[in-house]
């Protein structure tokens, strides 16, 4: 799955233009990396959502047990990949059916954070057991919420391409070819909210996200890691 927003909904995050500038590398513009997906992925769809956003993806090389899915309700648009262990009991929770799936279910979740505020986004992430990483977008609000299982099971990435444009996929190799240095690996159990200003841990919200930066060798240009007594470092 994939998802590039301008910066006209996203800030590029200051640490990854900071490693691609320390580290300067090959890059390619976000509809050129669109363009590679699509043409890389058998059967792959691809989605423009207004002028700034624009999702794809594909069931090829899907896993049985961590399917991706895809849904639009209410102009909330959902990407999703993995699978929810406690999903019934959340069916429950948000008054779905039980013909209602993962991906549906999230969105129903985050029109719940938006609409209920100030209901925590974090409560909303935190209560999903299972492994997953998800990308939605609010076409109305044009607000983006992004997360990832707490153990990292389901791969996510995020990097910069050559037009500044944020990409997040589930295929580092991907981003690597489109974004260079400019490039890390989502930290897991983290989430990412342009309604709460950016990257935050749902485990412990209030403790602060610093980016380290790698090593010239290493693939990632940046490390995220969450400070204080629960750490999720990113690794490759």
Not at 61 to 74: C, H, Y
Not at 162 to 167: L, P, R, S
């Amino acid at each position: 799955m994939l998802g590039v927003f301008s910066s006209a909904i996203v800030s590029p995050p200051d640490e990854l233009v900071a490693a691609g500038s320390r580290t300067p590398s090959p890059k390619i513009t976000a509809a050129a990396l669109v363009n590679r997906f699509v043409q890389n992925n058998g059967n792959a769809v691809s989605v423009q959502v207004g002028d700034h956003a624009q999702l794809a993806y594909s069931h090829s090389n899907e896993s049985a047990l961590q399917p991706r899915s895809f849904a639009v309700k209410d102009e909330i648009f959902c990407l999703f990949e993995g699978a929810l262990d406690n999903l019934g009991s959340l069916r429950q929770q948000y008054g779905l059916p039980k013909s209602a799936n993962e991906v549906l279910l999230v969105i129903e979740a985050y029109k719940a954070l938006r609409d209920r505020a100030p209901y925590p986004p974090n409560h909303v992430v935190g209560h999903l057991s299972g492994n997953f990483a998800f990308i939605v977008f609010d076409k109305s609000t044009s607000t983006l919420f992004v997360a990832s299982d707490q153990y990292g099971k389901v791969p996510l990435s995020w990097g910069i391409t050559a037009d500044g444009y944020v990409a997040f996929a589930d295929d580092a190799e991907l981003l690597k070819g489109a974004c260079g240095k400019s490039l890390a690996s989502f930290p897991q159990g983290c989430f990412y909210s342009t309604a709460v200003g950016g990257l935050r841990s749902y485990e412990n919200p209030k403790n602060k996200i610093t980016a380290i930066p790698a090593p010239e060798e290493e693939f990632w240009g940046a490390t995220f890691k969450v400070e204080g007594p629960a750490v999720f470092a990113a690794t490759k």
